[in-house]
């Protein structure tokens, strides 16, 4: 998997800088373009951060168009969830928002305008006729029976169809271009279809509607786009989009095709991820485990993580694959930074201090270690508490620098402890550990000399609190879930395991908003939809390393 796949190149930005400096163009207008018929994803932000990012960087300005020419899967929730995720990334459209419904009227005089040039007809030939007379890569297409209505019959039929005189695929309008042309786009591409639906803000206005290819570039147009930037499957309809431009004689945004983000271990096909939804593989769209947008900001991936991300990844002109890692890493570079440290403990195995001198020791611990301003929380030991379970081994090898029988540990932000008597249930497990503190070692500054190598985590069980926690995995086992004959047999069956874990204090207060780090374990962040008031639930937002790669045998 390439995984340095233009790092940080934007080739996009030269042509922008060419452009400007040539004088072709005199500012920037960029436009992000989605179609409300899903939840964007982390595809749509690299999109997003490109749009926008080249905008601000040009001093211009990047516009929210809604694509909505197809009635039959658009919806409000859609498009309000849509605005929520690209506020969240951090950019602003101002006043900038747009429908390409708010086109319809226009959009239909250029038809009008293009029957009355000649150069699109009403074609009454059923859909299979249609497609069959399209030909093939390698043959040409036949001319439609209906090709050479006279412009007059054009203009009658099509006000027909509009004024709904016709059922659904009776006829379309077509541009008259090439039935020969080697680019299939050019063979007289259908502009309009006739579709008795509702739309989700025209309503019963209309029962014709454009094509995405009639619609686009026109839209880009009136809105005064510069720089029409898409993914690469769009590079053959180019042609097709400057044609509609010219024949209109309209202002010419100039379409630029970039590769689109694909991202192992991930489906990004909304097809897919709406089925993932539909059929409860996972818990909505903004389940925690999608590449959602509204999934990832759930989960506590920070905005700037996303975008960090974006600006890593570059933008190239070739498909490539990114390693899910790459994310993960932009997530933990940045929590890194901000996220203040806390003790947890997610698997507790019972631990007394026989000899603590007080009932209750309290010391100072940083929240985090490189940020003073951060402040400082405390931490009171008392003598029964939890450590995980990982951190004791009776039998332990040679390098094992935790607990084990008669051996040293330190407590983390406490002091050193020694592990006096190992006690058993009936089965054999080990239920519980003795031990006993050296009081000399107290202090949240390990400074007292003492050579002790291992420092663990720890609850004190008189304070800490008890809550869930869900440990999310990668929703798939395989790098190319895509390619899979059907995705779904890659799901991973572990992807949410559910343990309750022991915390400190303060966190049962925890709201969700912010990150912490659970040292040595990874970072963490209440749930926004199941957390109630003093009851969070937590759920992991990324493991502290790549523990995945290690997992695999990488
Ligand atoms: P659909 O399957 O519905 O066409 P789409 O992913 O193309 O889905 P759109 O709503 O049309 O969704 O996408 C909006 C914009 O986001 C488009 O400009 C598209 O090029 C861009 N985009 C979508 N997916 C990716 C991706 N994986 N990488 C980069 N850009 C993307
Ligand atoms: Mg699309």
Same mark, same amino acid.
């Given at each position: 998997?390439?995984?340095?796949?233009?790092?940080?190149?934007?080739?996009?930005?030269?042509?922008?800088?060419?452009?400007?400096?040539?004088g072709?163009?005199?500012e920037?207008?960029?436009?992000?373009?989605?179609?409300?018929?899903?939840?964007l994803?982390i595809?749509?932000?690299?999109?997003?951060?490109?749009?926008?990012g080249?905008a601000?960087?040009?001093?211009?300005?990047?516009?929210l168009?809604?694509?909505?020419?197809?009635?039959?899967k658009?919806?409000?929730?859609? @498009?309000?969830?849509?605005?929520?995720?690209?506020?969240w990334l &951090?950019f602003d459209?101002g006043?900038?928002q747009?429908f390409?419904s708010d086109?319809?009227?226009?959009?239909?005089?250029w038809?009008?305008e293009?029957?009355? +040039?000649?150069?699109?007809?009403?074609?009454?030939?059923?859909?299979?006729?249609?497609?069959?007379?399209?030909?093939?890569l390698?043959?040409?297409?036949?001319?439609s029976?209906?090709?050479?209505?006279?412009?007059?019959?054009?203009?009658?039929?099509?006000?027909?169809?509009?004024?709904?005189?016709?059922?659904?695929g009776?006829?379309?309008?077509r541009? +008259?271009i090439d039935?020969?042309?080697s680019?299939?786009?050019?063979?007289?591409?259908?502009?309009?279809?006739?579709?008795?639906?509702?739309h989700?803000?025209?309503?019963?206005?209309?029962c014709?509607?454009p094509?995405?290819?009639?619609a686009?570039?026109?839209?880009?147009?009136?809105?005064?786009?510069?720089h029409?930037?898409?993914?690469?499957e769009?590079?053959?309809?180019?042609?097709?989009?400057?044609w509609?431009?010219?024949s209109?004689?309209?202002?010419?945004p100039?379409?630029?095709?970039?590769?689109?983000?694909?991202l192992s271990?991930?489906v990004?096909?909304?097809?897919?991820?709406?089925?993932?939804?539909?059929?409860?593989?996972?818990?909505?769209?903004?389940?925690?485990?999608?590449?959602?947008?509204?999934g990832?900001?759930?989960?506590?991936?920070?905005?700037?993580?996303?975008?960090?991300f974006c600006?890593?990844? &570059?933008v190239g002109?070739?498909?490539?694959?990114?390693?899910?890692?790459t994310?993960?890493?932009?997530?933990?570079?940045?929590?890194n930074e901000?996220?203040?440290?806390?003790l947890a403990?997610l698997d507790?195995l019972?631990?007394?201090?026989?000899?603590?001198?007080e009932?209750?020791?309290?010391?100072?611990?940083?929240?985090?270690?490189?940020?003073?301003?951060?402040?400082?929380?405390?931490?009171?030991?008392?003598?029964?508490?939890v450590?995980?379970?990982?951190d004791?081994?009776?039998?332990?090898?040679r390098k094992?620098?935790?607990?084990?029988?008669?051996?040293?540990?330190r407590?983390?932000h406490?002091?050193i402890?020694?592990?006096?008597? @190992?006690?058993k249930?009936?089965?054999?497990?080990?239920?519980?550990?003795?031990?006993s503190?050296?009081p000399?070692?107290?202090g949240?500054?390990?400074?007292?000399?003492?050579?002790?190598?291992?420092?663990i985590?720890w609850?004190?069980?008189?304070? &800490?609190?008890?809550?869930p926690?869900?440990?999310?995995?990668?929703?798939?086992?395989?790098?190319t879930p895509e390619?899979?004959?059907?995705?779904?047999?890659c799901?991973?069956?572990?992807?949410?395991?559910?343990?309750?874990?022991?915390?400190?204090?303060?966190?049962?207060?925890?709201?969700?908003?912010?990150v912490?780090?659970?040292?040595?374990?990874?970072?963490?962040?209440?749930?926004?939809?199941?957390?109630?008031l003093?009851a969070?639930?937590f759920?992991?937002?990324?493991?502290l390393?790549d523990?995945?790669?290690?997992?695999?045998?990488?």
């Amino acid at each position: 998997m390439d995984t340095s796949a233009q790092s940080g190149t934007n080739f996009i930005r030269n042509q922008i800088e060419e452009d400007l400096r040539a004088g072709k163009r005199e500012e920037v207008i960029t436009r992000f373009p989605p179609e409300p018929n899903g939840y964007l994803h982390i595809g749509h932000a690299k999109s997003i951060c490109l749009n926008f990012g080249l905008a601000q960087e040009f001093n211009g300005r990047c516009h929210l168009r809604f694509d909505d020419t197809n009635p039959v899967k658009e919806e409000d929730e859609y @498009v309000n969830a849509i605005r929520e995720d690209v506020g969240w990334l &951090g950019f602003d459209w101002g006043e900038h928002q747009y429908f390409a419904s708010d086109y319809f009227e226009q959009l239909y005089a250029w038809a009008v305008e293009l029957i009355g +040039k000649g150069l699109a007809y009403v074609d009454s030939q059923t859909p299979e006729q249609i497609r069959e007379g399209r030909g093939t890569l390698t043959t040409p297409g036949t001319e439609s029976p209906f090709r050479n209505r006279a412009v007059e019959e054009n203009l009658a039929l099509f006000t027909a169809m509009k004024n709904g005189e016709f059922p659904d695929g009776a006829h379309v309008l077509r541009a +008259k271009i090439d039935m020969a042309a080697s680019n299939m786009n050019l063979r007289d591409p259908v502009m309009y279809r006739i579709l008795h639906a509702a739309h989700h803000r025209t309503g019963d206005s209309w029962c014709i509607y454009p094509m995405y290819d009639f619609a686009h570039g026109q839209s880009d147009s009136i809105e005064g786009v510069t720089h029409s930037i898409c993914t690469l499957e769009f590079e053959d309809h180019r042609p097709l989009y400057d044609w509609f431009i010219r024949s209109l004689e309209i202002h010419n945004p100039q379409q630029i095709e970039f590769a689109r983000l694909n991202l192992s271990y991930t489906v990004m096909s909304k097809r897919k991820l709406l089925q993932l939804v539909q059929e409860e593989h996972v818990r909505g769209w903004d389940d925690p485990r999608m590449p959602t947008i509204s999934g990832m900001r759930r989960r506590g991936y920070p905005p700037q993580a996303i975008r960090r991300f974006c600006e890593r990844i &570059g933008v190239g002109k070739s498909d490539s694959w990114i390693d899910l890692s790459t994310l993960e890493d932009c997530v933990r570079e940045e929590l890194n930074e901000t996220a203040p440290r806390r003790l947890a403990v997610l698997d507790p195995l019972k631990v007394v201090i026989t000899n603590l001198p007080e009932q209750r020791i309290d010391t100072r611990a940083a929240n985090h270690p490189q940020r003073p301003e951060m402040g400082t929380r405390t931490m009171s030991l008392t003598p029964e508490i939890v450590i995980d379970r990982s951190d004791f081994l009776e039998d332990p090898p040679r390098k094992f620098f935790r607990l084990a029988p008669g051996k040293e540990v330190r407590l983390r932000h406490a002091c050193i402890i020694r592990c006096d008597e @190992v006690i058993k249930d009936d089965s054999g497990e080990v239920v519980e550990l003795r031990c006993s503190c050296d009081p000399e070692t107290f202090g949240a500054n390990p400074a007292d000399g003492r050579k002790v190598k291992g420092t663990i985590q720890w609850v004190s069980t008189e304070f &800490g609190q008890q809550v869930p926690v869900r440990l999310f995995d990668r929703l798939f086992v395989e790098p190319t879930p895509e390619r899979a004959e059907d995705f779904r047999q890659c799901l991973n069956p572990e992807s949410l395991q559910e343990v309750r874990a022991w915390v400190e204090p303060e966190l049962g207060q925890a709201r969700p908003g912010t990150v912490y780090q659970f040292e040595r374990i990874g970072y963490f962040t209440p749930d926004t939809k199941d957390s109630s008031l003093d009851a969070p639930v937590f759920q992991r937002t990324v493991t502290l390393r790549d523990t995945w790669a290690k997992q695999q045998g990488k």
